[in-house]
């Protein structure tokens, strides 16, 4: 059944596509602009449910943050790997 439906959800959207001037509004449908609200009610985080807005926006700002920081660890390993390599 899934599968029928997005077939179709993909038949509608390549006629539309066709169709210059819906290009942008189809787009616009597909990101959620203007219509479509992302409200995260409940946050499961290692075993502790959070509800609060406020502490659901800080638990993933905490999450993206880290990512940085572990993202710029493992580049940095790999460049001092690079370098001991090329100095032997």
Request: net charge positive; hydrophobic share 35%; glycine share 2%.
């Amino acid at each position: 059944m899934v599968s029928i439906i997005k077939e179709a959800k993909r038949i509608t959207y390549n006629k539309r596509i066709l169709k210059s001037n819906t290009t942008w509004s189809i787009m616009n449908e597909l990101l959620c602009k203007q219509q479509c609200t992302n409200n995260i009610q409940k946050l499961t985080l290692e075993g502790n449910h959070l509800t609060n807005q406020n502490d659901i926006a800080y638990a993933f700002n905490n999450y993206f943050s880290s990512i940085i920081d572990k993202i710029n660890s493992n580049n940095l390993d790999k460049m001092q790997q690079k370098e001991q390599l090329f100095y032997l």
